[in-house]
Each structure stands twice: as structure tokens, then as C-alpha cells.
């Protein structure tokens, strides 16, 4: 049978054109264009070249930020994740229990994320703030607007609270789905519930976790809204991850030309690691 | 080896059960003879599961005594009894090979390396999955994934009875059939106790020596195929072996006669007045009902014929009372009137479901 051709049907796409086009590729399309161009305000821009691109990537500034960011997201991942599947292996099963927990569990994540900044910025107050009166109290030097150290601290536990729930909710999620007869296979079989946890639970996971993993990397590589309230990038350029030092270049510095060059550079490290982290993921799951 | 006997056994899934419908097994005593296949029959939700796991230990049962060989082990983890279970859908796990999935069970409870190893080769070349011992275990098919279940249970050599909970369920028609067979001759070879819950009464009644039929949480009959198919002690039984059913329908029974819907059956065997019952019944297979020729039999209207091959299936209409027969495929049927006939000593009489023992007349 012949196909019928009508282009009309080129109409049905076009509200999906005009939204993508609006939304990423215009926004995406101004940054790629003030990123090969100086400007010195007035509408007056000079064409450059790659000149910001090889600026930035040459930058010691960058590199620290970069370092800064990658130490940040590390640490975040080795301690949500982990704790995220025990707190979820901890929960009940089943029984009222369920829905307090999922309830406990949902609440930091219902936060707005500068409030979540301001909370703990008052909470972490050496003079006032609960935690930080309470850890000078225990004998600790304690003062994350003057410390590296403490700022970090406060930084890491601040993203810990706010973020591990979304790793138990799909934890648990992955767990619930676990059909009932694997756990009774396993008593008839005798394993241990160290057994019980690597050779069902943790395989049955897998899919959740990774996209866990996933998401927990691009939000923490991406984060500028609860360190910026927190600590704003101190003391010195101690917290300033890569989001805060593009903020600071292109609002504070105005260098739209370099601060564009760093947009594109940054969006390009976010997609070439979820890119290839998801699919070596998905590799591993297709050899199990 | 064991005989597993179950003493007074009940269980409620509520803390605090207050009458007989709160129990999905209701009390029970019972005793599984060591090295025999019982088939567990019965619709959804009868407790055929609830009893397994009572058995296996993965339930402890709110009343009553578990005993493997005269031994207490109502509750003993599943873990410690000589037992093994078998799901309806195939348990592998995922990430281990073939191998490791049949050793698993034998490396739990610290059995030596080289006696895993001569075992697990022994049982996976038995249920051929020995050219595919390396094989991650999680690409496999259903069929094989359910031999693996199956060789976790045979591989250790403590195991007395294996419990089949509907095990063939999730598995294509045309495998069915081998994997039947294969139990079926393991079974001979290993001479273990085998207990199969199934709702398949086809899968039941070839691969048992006794059918045990649950009905609401209670054991109806016990018995061979055969008896359950020519005596069903209880209607239910009667309709739920049998395809289609056993035809029941309310009579006035009165001696060696039976009345229904105010035409006369000529009964084998005399009855007791049966005024104290409010739902007297009799019963007959559609085996055993026969069309006739001629002017002696109770007149129907034939309501519907199908043809399933060499037999009609004809369904007719005895005073407002429907009845299934099973006639041979040469059977001449009018198509509005006909005669039908019981076989007298195929009729049974039920008051309010249970079978009445008659005298012979």
C-alpha cells in the first residue's frame, strides 16, 4: 500500500518546536553567542573567537572550583547513598508504621531549597544555633562562616538532610517491589540476611539505585541555592562550588563573555558524566 | 524421610479471630505418609497456601501441632526442618550463575566444597541444565528458571518433602508437559513426600496418589482421583472434580426414591427421612446421565448441544433444573425433546452438602 504524505501533519509538531525552542535551544543558543564575544555594556560586542573557552579552561579559579565540586558531589554520594539503603532496609514492611515513616522521610524534601539554606544557617550559628552551641558546648572549635572545616561540615550534613529521603523513598520503593516468595526461597535455603541483602535485595535495587545515583549527581553538581544562603561560598572561596563561581562572575563581575564560555563548559561536564555513568550502568545490568 | 502429621491445625491471619470465618485454614488433622504425592486442590483463596506454609514453617500456625516424624516442630524456622518449597513464580537469584544458584542452599548450611560440587552436578545433569551450569541464571526462561527452584530443593540430601506451590503456572502449555513428567520420575527416583497445590484439577488428579480438596478453609475429601471423581463426599467436590461438574439438584428423597421438580427417580440404595436437613439434593455426574430412546425416561427440553470433538456436551432442562451430560459423539439428539436416564447406582443424595450413606435396597 502506497503511504499517504501530507505535510500538514508537520502542524501537530509544531507546538512541541515552539516549546523546546523557547524553553532550551533560544536560551541555550544566547549563552553559545555570548560566549565567542566581549562585550563593555551598551549593545557593543566584539567577536572572539574561542578566546573565553580557552580562558576558562586554563583558569586555576575554574580548576579549584571544579575540584571543590567534584570533592562536594563524592562525598554526598558515598554517604546518601549508602545510608539511603540502610535507612529504607530499616523501615517497616508493612502496618501503620509505613505511612509515618514515608511521611518523616518526604518531609525535608517538601523544603524549599533556600529555606533549607536559612534553617541551617541559623542552626549552624556558633553564638545561637542549636547545632553550633551544642557542638562548642561538646568541646569542639566550631564556626563555619570562619572555618573551612566547619563550613564543609555543615555544607555535607546540610545536603545529607535534605537529600538522603529521595534515596530511601526509591530504596524502598525498589524493596516493596520484591516479590514475597524471594525472602521465603531464602529462609527454605537458609541464607543469611547478609545473603538475603547482596544476592536479592541489592540485585533487585539495582534499577533504582542507579537511577538514584543519577539524580543525586546532577542536582549535587548542579546545586547553588542552599550553599549560596548557607555560607555564600566562604570563608574565602572555601565552599564556592562551580554554580556560586559562575554566579559571581557573571552577576557580580559582569564578564558575560567568560561566565557564557563557562555555562556551556559546565553543561557539557554534567552531560558527558550522566551520559556515560548511565550507560555503563545499564552495561553492567545487561551482563547480570 | 518423614511423615508429617498435623494436629488440630488452624490458622487465623488476625491476632484475634472470633468465629469460623476469621480462620483461612480451619482445623485440621492430617497426615502426609512419607514418600506419597498429594495433590492440595482447591478454588482461590481456600487456604491451600496458608497450609504450605504452615507446613514448610514459613507460618506458624495459631493452634494446633506440626510433628515431622513424631517430632514437635511447629516452630521450628523453615531454615532447620528437612523441607524445601517450591513458588509459584520461578525464585532464581539474579546475579548468580546456575551453579551457584543450585550450591547456594548447601553452602548456607556449610556443606564441604567437593560434596556442593559432586551434588550440584549430579542434579543439574538430572534435570539437564549441566550444559548450562555457568549461565547467569537471570536470562533463562521461565521453564528453566523453575528447574533451578526445583534443583535447590533436590540438591540437599536432608530434604524429606518438597512443596510444590502451583510451580507450573507461569510456564507455556507445550513445557507443561515435560516439566510434569520430569517431577513425575523424580519423584519415583527420590522417593520423597511431595505436596502440590494446584487449582489445575488435570494437574492434580495425573500426578497424585491422594487429592486432597480444600474448600473455605476446610478439607473436604480425601482420596484417589478415582474417588473423588465416582463418590465426592461433599458437592463441592462433586462440581470442582470434573469437567463439567457433577449436576446437582434439590430433590425430595424418600426411600429408594428420589423427586425432582415432581418426576420420580428410581434410587440404588433406601434412604433415612431426611426432614432434619433444609437442603436435600442428589447428585450425578454428567458421565452418568444418558439419553434415551423410546418413551421410559424423564422428558427434557434440550437447551444447548456442543460438539467438543468425540464428545457432545448437551445441556437440558428436567423441570426448571438444568443438567450437563456427557454423551458420545454418535448420540442422535432432537433438537427440542428428548429422554434422559441416570445411572441408578451413580446417583448420590446430599443433605445440605454432605454426602447421605444409603442402604442397600
Known amino acids: 500500500m502506497d503511504k499517504t504524505w501530507n505535510n500538514k501533519a508537520w502542524f501537530l509538531v509544531v507546538p512541541v518546536i515552539v516549546l523546546v525552542a523557547f524553553n532550551a535551544i533560544i536560551p541555550l543558543m544566547t549563552v553559545v553567542n555570548y560566549s565567542v564575544q566581549e562585550s563593555f555594556g551598551g549593545g557593543v560586542f566584539f567577536f572572539e573567537g574561542t578566546k573565553w573557552f580557552q580562558q576558562i579552561l586554563t583558569s586555576e579559579r575554574f580548576h579549584a572550583a571544579l575540584l571543590r565540586q567534584f570533592a562536594f558531589t563524592g562525598t554526598i554520594l558515598l554517604i546518601e547513598i549508602p545510608l539511603g539503603v540502610a535507612i529504607a532496609l530499616a523501615m517497616p514492611r508493612r502496618g501503620p508504621w509505613v505511612s509515618v515513616c514515608l511521611v518523616l522521610m518526604a518531609l525535608p524534601l517538601l523544603v524549599p531549597w533556600h529555606v533549607v539554606g536559612a534553617i541551617w544557617n541559623i542552626f549552624a550559628l556558633p553564638e545561637i544555633g ?112 562551580l554554580s556560586i563561581d559562575l554566579v559571581k562572575m557573571a552577576l557580580g563581575q559582569f564578564d558575560v563573555g567568560p561566565a557564557a564560555a563557562m555555562s556551556i563548559i559546565y553543561f557539557l561536564i554534567v552531560l558527558a558524566i550522566s551520559w556515560v555513568f548511565y550507560t555503563l550502568m545499564m552495561r553492567n545490568e545487561d551482563r547480570w | 524421610m518423614a511423615r508429617i502429621a498435623l494436629e488440630n491445625v488452624a490458622h487465623s491471619y488476625q491476632p484475634a479471630p472470633q468465629g469460623p470465618a476469621d ?175 494446584t487449582h489445575d484439577q488435570t494437574e492434580a488428579l495425573t500426578f497424585a496418589d491422594r487429592v486432597v480438596v480444600m474448600y473455605e478453609g476446610e478439607v473436604v475429601q480425601i482420596g484417589t482421583p478415582e474417588e473423588l471423581f465416582e463418590r465426592p463426599i461433599h458437592t463441592f467436590v462433586g462440581y470442582f472434580i470434573g469437567s463439567p461438574g457433577m449436576n446437582v439438584a434439590p430433590a425430595a428423597v424418600a426411600g429408594n426414591k428420589a423427586v425432582v421438580a415432581g418426576h420420580e427417580i428410581e434410587l440404588d440404595r433406601a434412604y433415612p427421612t431426611l426432614d432434619g436437613a433444609a437442603n436435600v439434593e442428589i447428585g450425578v455426574r454428567p458421565e452418568y446421565v444418558e439419553i434415551c430412546r423410546g418413551e421410559d425416561g424423564l422428558p427434557v427440553s434440550v437447551r444447548r448441544v456442543d460438539d467438543i470433538g468425540r464428545l457432545k456436551l448437551v445441556k437440558v432442562d428436567l423441570g426448571g433444573h438444568l443438567f450437563n451430560i456427557v454423551a458420545g459423539e454418535d448420540t442422535e439428539i432432537a433438537a427440542t425433546q428428548a429422554r434422559i436416564r441416570f445411572d441408578r447406582r451413580r446417583v448420590h443424595v446430599y443433605a445440605d452438602g454432605h454426602i447421605v450413606e444409603g442402604r442397600a435396597a
Request: glycine share 6%; aromatic share 10%; with cysteine.
Open chain 2, 23 to 197: 480462620f483461612a485454614v480451619k482445623e485440621l488433622d492430617h497426615v502426609w505418609e512419607d514418600g506419597s504425592a498429594y495433590a492440595l486442590l482447591g478454588p482461590s483463596g481456600c487456604g491451600k497456601t496458608t497450609l504450605l506454609n504452615i507446613i514448610s514453617g514459613l507460618l506458624v500456625p495459631s493452634r494446633g501441632t506440626v510433628r515431622f516424624d513424631g517430632v514437635d516442630v511447629t516452630e521450628t524456622i523453615p531454615e532447620r526442618r528437612n523441607i524445601a518449597q517450591v513458588f509459584q513464580f520461578p525464585v532464581v537469584y539474579d546475579t548468580m550463575t546456575v551453579y551457584d544458584n543450585l550450591a547456594f542452599p548447601l553452602r548456607n548450611r556449610g556443606v564441604a566444597a567437593a560434596e556442593t560440587d559432586s551434588r550440584v552436578r549430579e542434579i543439574a545433569r538430572m534435570l539437564e541444565l549441566d550444559d548450562r551450569l555457568q549461565h547467569r541464571a537471570r536470562r533463562l526462561t521461565a521453564d528453566a528458571k523453575q528447574k533451578i527452584s526445583l534443583g535447590r530443593a533436590l540438591v540437599r540430601s536432608d530434604v524429606a518433602a518438597i512443596l510444590f506451590d502451583e510451580p507450573l503456572t507461569v510456564i507455556d502449555p507445550h513445557l507443561k508437559w515435560l516439566l510434569r513428567s520430569k517431577l513425575k520420575q523424580l519423584h519415583h527416583q527420590f522417593d520423597f513426600t511431595m505436596i502440590y497445590v
Open chain 1, 130 to 241: 542549636l547545632l553550633g552551641r551544642a557542638l562548642n558546648g561538646l568541646g569542639f572549635d566550631y564556626n563555619f562562616t570562619r572555618q573551612v572545616g566547619s563550613a564543609w561540615f555543615t555544607l555535607i550534613l546540610m545536603d545529607v538532610w535534605h537529600w538522603t529521603s529521595l534515596v530511601v523513598l526509591l530504596a524502598y520503593a525498589g524493596l516493596m517491589a520484591i516479590p514475597e516468595p524471594y525472602y521465603q526461597a531464602a529462609r527454605i535455603d537458609g541464607a543469611s540476611q547478609w545473603a538475603v541483602f547482596r544476592h536479592i535485595q541489592l540485585p533487585k535495587m539495582n534499577r533504582v539505585l542507579t537511577i538514584a545515583v543519577l539524580l543525586r549527581f546532577m542536582d549535587s553538581f548542579i546545586i547553588y541555592t542552599e550553599p549560596f544562603v548557607l555560607t555564600g561560598g566562604g570563608p574565602g572561596n572555601a565552599t564556592t562550588l
